[in-house]
Structure formats: structure tokens, C-alpha cells
């Protein structure tokens, strides 16, 4: 083997690992179910703070199972009264680490 070979195969045993690990204290079977986009208005507005409802703009995401059940819901951004950014590597992240199959 060439020795560069065997210097990238090192590297990369020395490089860090990861695991996804999904913790829920929640059963499934308590589990909200969003089937609908009122169900999901209904949702994310309990989640909403109600006194800025109409003071700045947010960007919730729901993360849903197959069943459509709820497995998290996260604050993406948080923005202005014009408008508010969103960055889909953290939406990405946060359905991964939620172990869902929609969004």
C-alpha cells in the first residue's frame, strides 16, 4: 500500500465519531396527531408566545412520524415584523435528531 494510502486511512480513524441517539419521554400513543394544516395552526399557535403574535414574525417546524404523529417541535428563527431568516441545515438537523419522516 502506498504510503499517502496509509496516512489518509490513519486520519480517518483519528477523526471524531457520531451517533444519533432519540430520547422521548413521551409514548407514542400520547402523541398529538397533525393531519391537516389547521391541525398544524393549532399546534404551533400553542407554542406561540400570544403576546408576539403580532409583533414579530417566527418560523416553527414539526417534526411528524409515518402516523403523522408529532415527535418535536422547534423555533427555527425568530425575526422581525417584516420577515425572519431560515437556515434548512438547522431544520435538516432537527428532523434527524427527531427521528422524523416529515416536516
Do not use: W
Request: overall charge positive; glycine content about 6%; some cysteine.
Amino acid at each position: 500500500m502506498r504510503k499517502e494510502v496509509k496516512q489518509i486511512l490513519t486520519t480517518c480513524r483519528d477523526l471524531p465519531t457520531y451517533s444519533l441517539k432519540l430520547h422521548n419521554k413521551i409514548k407514542h400513543t400520547d402523541r398529538p396527531e397533525v393531519l391537516d394544516i389547521e391541525d398544524a395552526k393549532t399546534f404551533v399557535r400553542k407554542c406561540y408566545d400570544e403576546g408576539e403574535i403580532n409583533f414579530v414574525e417566527c418560523c416553527y417546524v414539526i417534526a411528524l412520524n409515518a402516523s403523522k404523529k408529532v415527535m418535536g417541535v422547534l423555533q427555527v428563527s425568530k425575526g422581525g415584523v417584516m420577515g425572519t431568516v431560515v437556515d434548512p441545515r438547522i431544520i435538516y438537523t432537527f428532523a434527524l435528531l427527531a427521528g422524523a419522516t416529515k416536516v
